[in-house]
Structure formats: C-alpha cells, structure tokens
C-alpha cells in the first residue's frame, strides 16, 4: 500500500530558528513530491520536486528530493512567526493521484 | 480568473438529509479531485476526475457520489449524510503533470 510519512508530527522553535521537515515514502510509479503549507484554509503550493538532487528554493524555504533513499526534506531558515502552519508532504503517482502525509505542525515561538 | 470556488463556504445537516457541494474551475484543467479533511489529518482523496463525463473512486467514496457533466464544474453528493462525514472538504484542479490548484473548503457538519 502507498503511503506517506511525515516527521516530526509538531515542533515548536524560537524565531529565528532553522526547522528541517522530513517526508519518507513508499509509492509505486512515482511521478512528483510537492509540499505545501496550510493555515487553517487550504492548502498553498510551495514545491514540485520530480528530480534526485536539485534544491528548488524560495526565499527562506528550500527543499530537496532523494528518490535512491525515497525521501525529501524542507528547509526554513531564519523562521518568522509568520511560517507557523502546518506542512503538508504528498507524493503523485502516474495516474495523477495524490496520496498524502499526515503533516508537520510547526509552531514558532517569538 | 476566480480559480477553484467551492459552494457553499459552511453547511449543517441532520442525519440523513442530503445535499451536494459544487465546484467550479476556470482554468480548462482536465483534471479534478474531491478530498476530505479531519482534525490532525491530511487529505483524504474521495472522488476524482480525468476529464468531462469520467469519475473514478479514491481512498474513501463510500457515502459519497460524483458527476462531472461540464468540464468546469465537478460535484460532490451525500445521498444520506451520517455524523461521520462531518469534516472540511476540498475540491482541487489540475492541468496534465502541473501542481493542484485548491478551492477555499467547505465546513459540514452532520448532527
């Protein structure tokens, strides 16, 4: 069965911090992973990564894709009370579906 | 463009009672997606689309109904709503290989 996991599942930092958020997953026929962020509506896109070994960045969030270990990571430098939301992982698969994480509750403290 | 607009915003049923939630897209996307959202989950995949006249099931349909008559507009039935279907659902669109685009939601509960 497919799945996506997510860790941590909460976490609570101090302005200014730098979070990595991990994704793990087991999909078969895997076309892209994409991350999003959602603050209580829906969810905003942030990512499409389709490829080993290529950083997208945007600003102070950047993330990267293993697809030998099955895995992506986001990254947030310099945290603003502003990123506290809670990210979402979901992987998509050939037939265009979506199969997603449970997400990472991030809270930043100021 | 407006995008994905969800009908309606908030909705209280009593057990039993039926309705269906619209969604409509501007944006000629092929693609079209029902999720569901509970507290401290992600999304769940209901129903989804790949083109006008076409429906297939996704990881929970059951009490749930699609149609997709017009290429725009993708809806969503409760035949008989159960307190189990209170949740927060999404519609989504998307073109081909490119990123979902998300309606704003719709807040049912079912009492």
């Known amino acids: 069965e497919d799945k996506v996991v997510q860790s941590p599942l909460s976490l609570v930092v101090h302005e200014g911090d730098t979070v990595t958020l991990n994704c793990s997953y087991e999909?078969?026929?895997?076309?892209?992973l994409l991350w999003y962020k959602q603050e209580k509506k829906a969810p905003t896109f942030l990512f499409m990564l389709?490829?080993s070994g290529i950083e997208k960045k945007s600003g102070r969030l950047s993330s990267i894709l293993d697809k030998k270990e099955l895995f992506s990571i986001l990254n947030i430098t310099a945290t603003q009370t502003g990123d506290s939301a809670v990210y979402l992982c979901?992987?998509?698969?050939?037939?265009?579906?979506?199969?997603w994480g449970a997400g990472t509750k991030l809270i930043i403290k100021p | 463009n407006a995008g994905v607009t969800q009908t309606p915003k908030f909705r209280v049923l009593k057990t039993g009672q039926s309705m269906t939630l619209l969604c409509a897209q501007d944006m000629n996307h092929e693609y079209m997606y029902w999720y569901r959202q509970d507290p401290g989950m992600g999304l769940r995949l209901i129903h989804y689309?790949?083109?006008?006249?076409?429906?297939a099931k996704g990881e929970v349909p059951d009490g749930y109904n699609v149609s997709r008559l017009k290429k725009q507009n993708f809806l969503l039935g409760l035949e008989s709503a159960a307190p189990s279907q209170t949740s927060v659902y999404f519609c989504?669109?998307?073109?081909?290989?490119?990123?979902?685009?998300f309606g704003p939601g719709t807040r049912l509960t079912v009492t």
């Open positions: 999909v078969t026929n895997f076309r892209s």
């Open positions: 989504a669109s998307k073109k081909g290989p490119l990123r979902q685009y």
């Open positions: 389709t490829s």
């Open positions: 689309s790949v083109g006008e006249g076409t429906t």
């Open positions: 979901a992987v998509e698969d050939s037939n265009y579906q979506l199969i």
